[in-house]
């Protein structure tokens, strides 16, 4: 993959003049060292990544399309590059629709791990594959909200940190509907942010009653918004990068953070967050000491959730937790008590 981001070549890319919109005209930019790839603008200025596969998938291919995102397989393009004649040729052409600035970024973020998983040859059956995972990103982004922008800090926050980001993206929410927002082997985590001073956080019955021979934890810290702190799109970045050799977790990584944001997306990623708060508030209790609801609830009761206190529970450091099991290695930041 070129040291240069997409990003930085888009913003290179010259705008089109107005043209007939029924020609598929783009401004373009090869990507260095990747000879399929062309990152280019429309007639509209929509960010676009063009990609010449080495065959053909066979048979009429159906366009995507969504709100911010729609693509085209196999379209016969005309594509102009500096001040080189025009040229034509048969790509795949992947377009962000939407003009809101964080949003494509966002997408030529995720298009490098279009790039990483086909190669300088990508095959049709590659580029068609990944981009039904970019796909699957797109539409949560369609969606409401389903978690604050803090709780999702919280849990970034600790990847971000974390001795080993590959295991703990691995580790990190199996499903919509996980308990805990990581669980590897026996360890259970969940991540709680709080705010103005109180550790106070909203819990559940599941997670005070964890499953027998687990260990399961809460790391609790404070979350707040701060004009000179760490963009949470940097966070995403950085980790992003940390786990770039593996496509397979980077598009599970992005999942989350669509579903997570939806619609919100575009605007959470420019907030910015007091790292240096994170990182003194940063604490792990173990679920058995949390003030909780224990043992069995009545019958026909569920989705039991309360608030606890932790500012009188003794926090447990992060070397015991290593010690009782070494998968908290790899999860926890290593240098936090």
Request: hydrophobic share 45%; proline share 7%.
């Amino acid at each position: 993959m070129t040291a240069v981001s997409l990003i930085d070549i888009f913003a290179a890319v010259p705008q089109l003049p107005a043209g007939d919109p029924d020609r598929p005209l783009y401004a373009v930019l090869p990507v260095p060292g990747q000879g399929s790839y062309f990152i280019g603008k429309d007639g509209d200025g929509h960010a676009c990544l063009l990609v010449a596969t080495t065959d053909r998938l066979g048979g009429l291919q159906p366009p995507i399309r969504l709100e911010s995102l729609d693509v085209q397989f196999e379209l016969h393009c005309h594509l102009r590059k500096d001040r080189e004649p025009e040229r034509e040729g048969t790509f795949t052409v992947i377009r962000c629709r939407s003009p809101d600035r964080e949003t494509i970024r966002y997408f030529l973020s995720v298009c490098e791990t279009i790039l990483r998983i086909g190669g300088d040859q990508p095959t049709a059956r590659e580029i068609a594959g990944a981009i039904n995972r970019l796909a699957a990103i797109f539409q949560k982004m369609q969606r409401p909200p389903a978690r604050p922008v803090n709780g999702l800090f919280g849990e970034l926050y600790l990847l971000w940190r974390s001795a080993n980001p590959v295991r703990a993206v691995a580790a990190w929410r199996s499903d919509d509907t996980a308990r805990f927002d990581f669980s590897d082997g026996d360890i259970r985590l969940d991540v709680k942010t709080a705010s103005g001073g109180l550790r106070v956080h909203t819990f559940s019955y599941e997670q005070c009653n964890p499953p027998p021979g687990t260990i399961a934890v809460v790391a609790s810290l404070f979350a707040e918004r701060a004009s000179g702190g760490i963009a949470l799109r940097s966070i995403i970045d950085e980790i992003a990068a940390r786990i770039a050799a593996h496509a397979d977790l980077v598009f599970k990584f992005h999942e989350v953070i669509s579903a997570t944001l939806g619609a919100s997306l575009g605007e959470a990623l420019s907030t910015r967050f007091d790292i240096k708060l994170a990182d003194s508030s940063l604490r792990f209790f173990h679920l058995a000491d949390v003030p909780a609801i224990r043992g069995s609830i009545p019958v026909g009761v569920s989705d039991v959730h309360f608030r606890s206190d932790l500012t009188a529970v003794a926090a447990t450091a992060a070397q015991a937790l290593i010690d009782s099991d070494p998968v908290f290695w790899d999860l926890l930041p290593r240098t936090r008590a």
